[in-house]
């Protein structure tokens, strides 16, 4: 099965820093587009960072210059490195990967970040 599993979320003051990770299993990983998104309760998910199977990144407004996402092929993995990270940063943080060969997308179970002081 196709699957992909966030960890690393957890409490942090504001201008402090987390690692997220999220890994892949049952899946041909480098042929993957990969990105995190965010939610709060009563708001749409927004794409935070992405990184194409061939290395290009984009990232939101709200995050850049602060996060940076990455990847380790051999691990399957695609990382998000969050600094000074704001209040305003508390969400559920979401994995997603886009295969390049099926179009189909895959989102992992979430991981919650909280930012509080």
């Known amino acids: 099965q196709e699957q992909f599993v966030e960890s690393g979320g957890g409490l942090v003051q504001p201008g402090g820093s987390l690692r997220l990770s999220c890994v892949g299993s049952g899946v041909h990983f480098p042929l993957f587009h990969m990105a995190w998104y965010r939610q709060t309760p009563g708001n749409q998910r927004e794409m935070v960072a992405r990184i194409g199977s061939q290395g290009t990144l984009t990232y939101a407004d709200a995050v850049q210059g602060r996060f940076t996402i990455s990847r380790n092929n051999a691990k399957m993995s695609v990382y998000l490195q969050m600094n000074t990270l704001k209040p305003e940063d508390t969400a559920v943080y979401y994995c997603?990967?886009?295969?390049?060969?099926?179009?189909?997308?895959?989102w992992g179970q979430g991981t919650q970040v909280t930012v509080s002081s």
């Open positions: 997603k990967g886009s295969s390049t060969v099926t179009g189909r997308d895959y």
